[in-house]
Structure formats: C-alpha cells, structure tokens
C-alpha cells in the first residue's frame, strides 16, 4: 500500500500523519468520473465533487438535502489555482492568505465568469480556501483541478467528524466513496469571510479562527 508522511513543520517526527495515498487515488477517479466523495478536512468531513462537473456538484444538493440557493465552497492546492475561479484578488485577500493558508478561513472572492451555478449561486462571489489538513490537499492535488468542499452532514445537522458519522447521515442517497483519514479532533466549520466588495472583511460565517485574529491579519497589525 502506498502511503505518504506529511510532516508539519516544528512538529517531532511521531506527528507525521500518514496518507494512504492507494485510497487517495480511488477518490480521485471516482471524482474525475462524476462522483462525489467524502473526505477529511481541518474542520469536518466535506463533500467532494469536480467543480467542472455541474451533474456531480447537483448531486451534493441531493445528497445533503441542501437548499439550492446556498453555494458550495471549494479547496483549492495553490493560490494558483485561483486563476479561473475568481475574477480579481483583492489586496485584504492577498494578506488573509498569507496568513492563514493553508488552514481554516475560507475567503470570498468576486466570482470568475463561466462557473457552474452551485458555485456562486448568483451571488458573483465564491468561497475558496486551502485546506491544512494532508488527506484533503493530497485529493485535491492528486485530482488537478478545485474541489467542494461543504461538510458531510444532512443540511441544518452538526458536521460529520469521522467517517462513521457520514455514514450514518448520508445514506439516501449515499456519497459514491468515502476517504476515511481517521476521525477529527473537532467538528468547527471554517470562518468565512467576504472580502469581494472592499477592503474590510465581512465575517460571514463564525468558525475555528475569531474574528478578531481575521481583522488582524487584514489590517497587518501583529497578534
């Protein structure tokens, strides 16, 4: 079996976390081929599809019993990849990026032309971050291209934190693979935060990081 050793940095070697790259690589064909899969990330198990798979990111909705006017967030491997995706980077963005990414703040940019609907839902912004956590970047690498990223749990229940818990929720319909990375510490979602309309972030949604560290960091004012 393939595995690859993630080693944070400042941490002793015990903490390495193992991938197990053979499952990696399963969820990632099953991605390619229009399915969705569930997967770790730093704050819950997400839901995955190919963002340019509009039948596969439909199916989120269904799977999640998701109202349709609520857009799905994506992970990305490298700012890079924010080239398609949004149509501007906003200097507050560039700092918020470089402090908290990878890692749990998804940041709202002006939405890129041409995406599939779920991805903005009308609103002509989307939410992209990094994830920290080696079991989402390895998919999200192995895959190529953007990833959703919305927790696995029915809609209005609390996150799922390991795998067992997204069984025992999203079984009708059921994700076509599920990347068990071990359970997580916690099921905090991520903070979300807009930046698309100036440059003083808009907490939208409360998460892991406070609001106050957000504000911070746009304003390069040291913790």
């Given at each position: 079996?393939q595995?690859?050793i993630?080693?944070?940095?400042?941490?002793?070697?015990?903490?390495?976390?193992?991938?197990?790259?053979?499952?990696?690589?399963?969820?990632?064909?099953?991605?390619?081929?229009?399915?969705?899969?569930?997967?770790?990330?730093?704050?819950?198990?997400?839901?995955?599809?190919?963002?340019?798979?509009?039948d596969a990111?439909?199916?989120?909705?269904?799977?999640?019993?998701?109202p349709?006017?609520?857009?799905?967030?994506?992970?990305?491997?490298?700012?890079?990849?924010?080239?398609?995706l949004?149509?501007s980077?906003?200097?507050?963005a560039g700092?918020l990026?470089?402090?908290?990414?990878p890692?749990?703040?998804?940041?709202?940019?002006?939405?890129?032309?041409?995406?599939?609907?779920?991805?903005?839902?009308g609103?002509?912004?989307?939410?992209?971050?990094?994830?920290?956590?080696?079991?989402?970047?390895?998919?999200?690498?192995k895959?190529?291209?953007?990833?959703?990223?919305?927790?696995?749990?029915?809609?209005g229940?609390?996150?799922?934190?390991?795998?067992?818990?997204?069984?025992?929720?999203?079984?009708?319909?059921?994700?076509?693979?599920?990347?068990?990375?071990?359970?997580?510490?916690?099921?905090?979602?991520?903070?979300?935060?807009?930046?698309?309309?100036g440059?003083?972030?808009?907490i939208?949604?409360?998460?892991?990081?406070?609001p106050?560290?957000?504000?911070?960091?746009?304003?390069?004012?040291?913790?």
């Open positions: 079996m595995q690859m993630i080693q944070e940095e400042n941490t002793p070697p015990l903490s390495a976390v193992y991938v197990d790259m053979s499952a990696v690589s399963k969820a990632a064909d099953v991605l390619r081929h229009g399915g969705v899969v569930a997967f770790p990330t730093e704050t819950s198990y997400g839901l995955g599809a190919a963002v340019d798979n509009p990111l439909r199916h989120i909705y269904e799977i999640k019993k998701r349709q006017d609520k857009p799905l967030l994506v992970l990305i491997d490298s700012p890079a990849r924010l080239d398609g949004v149509s980077i906003p200097p507050v700092r990026m470089d402090h908290f990414w890692g749990a703040l998804t940041i709202l940019f002006p939405a890129g032309p041409g995406l599939a609907w779920p991805l903005h839902c609103t002509d912004k989307i939410g992209v971050r990094i994830s920290s956590n080696p079991w989402a970047q390895a998919l999200v690498e895959l190529g291209m953007p990833v959703t990223a919305t927790s696995a749990n029915v809609s229940r609390p996150p799922a934190a390991d795998a067992a818990e997204v069984r025992q929720q999203l079984s009708s319909p059921a994700p076509d693979f599920i990347l068990d990375g071990g359970p997580l510490s916690h099921g905090t979602c991520s903070t979300i935060v807009d930046v698309a309309d440059a003083v972030p808009k939208i949604r409360h998460g892991v990081i406070p106050e560290e957000v504000h911070r960091a746009a304003m390069h004012v040291n913790s």
